[in-house]
């Protein structure tokens, strides 16, 4: 993954799952598990689609669509607890993980996501880079989440640095809006994803 970083670059920000880590599969088992107890389906187009909202927001979107009035709080933590007695399954997205690698100790890094905070805290550990981010920002951190800047821009602004002096690495469209939004660059990480996995 030959990323170009240029000179006013100034921090990294990292998504989480599908950026850092192939969880994706796991989370979409995960709401599979959930949608099997409580009448509803889930696809991988559901996960493409929502990927980057929390959990409540895909709950009240779940909802809608199935005419259904389950309670956003709860089906949220059930399927983070599905999500995490398959954590062992997460495996790190190389190529990602070895631009974080390369440039940890030389630039900030935080990393900004849709998910949980004790969640992502425990998926940056079982890939082994928790120790190398400095800022974490949660759906727990922000009111507003992605396709909204705001997570990003906790980010930027618990590392001490101007937005647009950010680099974003993200996998997913709503993350994308999000970066754009906050008047970041940003890198779509997914052709070195998918390239990673045919190799």
């Not at 190389?94 to 998926?123: C, M, N, S």
Request: negative net charge.
């Amino acid at each position: 993954m030959n990323i170009e970083i240029n000179g006013n670059t100034r921090a990294l920000i990292f998504d989480v799952d599908g950026t850092l880590a192939d969880s994706m599969p796991v989370h979409l088992e995960s709401w599979k598990e959930v949608g099997s107890r409580y009448g509803f389906h889930y696809s991988q187009s559901d996960l493409e689609r929502y990927a980057g909202m929390s959990g409540q927001e895909i709950v009240e979107i779940i909802n809608k669509k199935h005419g259904l009035s389950l309670d956003l709080d709860q089906i949220a933590q059930e399927k983070e607890a599905a999500f995490l007695k398959n954590l062992d399954q997460v495996k790190p997205i190389e190529p990602v993980v070895k631009v974080l690698e390369d440039f940890y100790g030389r630039l900030p890094i935080a990393a900004g996501t849709g998910g949980y905070r004790r969640v992502a805290t425990k998926i940056l550990q079982n890939i082994g880079v928790w120790d190398r981010i400095d800022v974490l920002v949660a759906s727990d951190d922000v009111v507003r989440h992605k396709p909204h800047p705001d997570t990003f821009l906790k980010c930027a602004e618990s590392l001490g640095v101007a937005a647009e002096a950010c680099l974003v690495f993200e996998d997913a469209d709503l993350g994308f809006r999000a970066a754009k939004a906050a008047g970041m660059r940003v890198v779509d990480v997914r052709p070195y994803y998918m390239n990673d996995r045919k190799a």
